[in-house]
């Protein structure tokens, strides 16, 4: 894929172009805590997206999307968003470089890459990070990694209109082959946790359902946590947040919420505490605690939390009853996408001939497998 960018680039605007990257993520435990300032274990992934880039000594910028065969021109000077073009991700990268008082001038662009549609991996902020490596570095300007992050996230809400967490930017900027990070949405800081799997490896499977009711279904998950939050300062004035309540405190909390809030704020306190148990597990080496807190996890996401779907429920519990797969869980915000398993690595042929075949039959749906490898963060190749 490299390749295939820097040749479109060269044919395309005939000069050597500087080549950025930036690869996708995967979590591996730890959803939707980010906005109550949670724990989150996510890792950087071999797919990404490469962008090629160099100066054109032109007034304006030359845009390219490889994967789309689209073209764009666009100002520096004036920068707005385009809704749902390709092209904002690009000028809201510059424009936080702008308003962050660096100077930058007209350059050439041409951005591709290899992770799959619709898995969960995260391309948009691949992508956001790969366009600001490849300015900040073009242009030789200092920018912290912490910086590139936020800016990627700032972008994304302004510029895409999603309203993104941290951790995927973060993950992809600050990746390390081999290790997850483990990742505090409080003070946007990390540990690097060393990942071995020995003899399993990480496998996504997509259910390749999307069900409609997820953006609003979001939206009010948020808002019963921060609802409960209200009600739980009464008896913990110090609780900024849900990651303030103590796990060991559930049965206090249980008495104090409402019937209709207590399980969302259960799956998060329990969630964070998982979260914090995986780490510890993976850095042991115990597979099997790792395994089983994936199937904790995903179990408090489908009953208590309420963000699965059929299809998830299915992929994951089927998967458990499965030779060498040692854990499986929904990844992502839920309703669909993917499912993320341990499975061990001899056993992987017979583990997507099974789950293709009873998938299919269960849903008439055919499954995508995608392995995936913890990999480099952000870098100029």
Known sequence: MKDKIANRFKKLFGSEPLIAFAPGRINLIGEHTDYQEGLVFPAAVEQGIYVAIQKNKLDHCRLYAFDLDEEFDFSPDSLSPKKGHWANYTMGMLSQFQQAGFQTAGFDLVFGGNIPVGSGLSSSAALSVAIGTAISSLFTLTVSKKSLVLYAQKSEHLFAGVKCGIMDPYASTFGAEGHALLLDCRTNSHFEVEADFAHYSLILVNSNVKHSLADSAYNKRREACEESVRVLQANYPEAKTLRDIPVDQLEQVKQLLPAALFPK?????????????????????????????????????????????????????????????????????????????????????????????????????????????????????
């Open 265 to 381: 704020a259960k799956h998060v306190i329990t969630e964070i505490a998982r979260v914090e148990s995986a780490s510890k597990a993976l850095h042991a080496g115990d597979l099997d605690m790792f395994g089983t807190l994936l199937k904790e996890s995903h179990e408090s996401l489908s009953r208590d939390y309420e963000v699965s779907c059929p299809e998830l429920d299915f992929l994951a519990s089927e998967s458990w009853k499965l030779k060498g797969v040692l854990g499986s869980r929904m990844m992502g915000g839920g309703f669909g996408g993917c499912t993320i398993n341990l499975v061990e690595t001899a056993e992987l042929a017979d583990f997507q001939k099974t789950m293709t075949s009873i998938y299919q039959q269960a849903f008439n749906i055919e499954a995508d497998f995608i392995p995936v490898r913890l990999s480099q963060g952000a870098q100029i190749c």
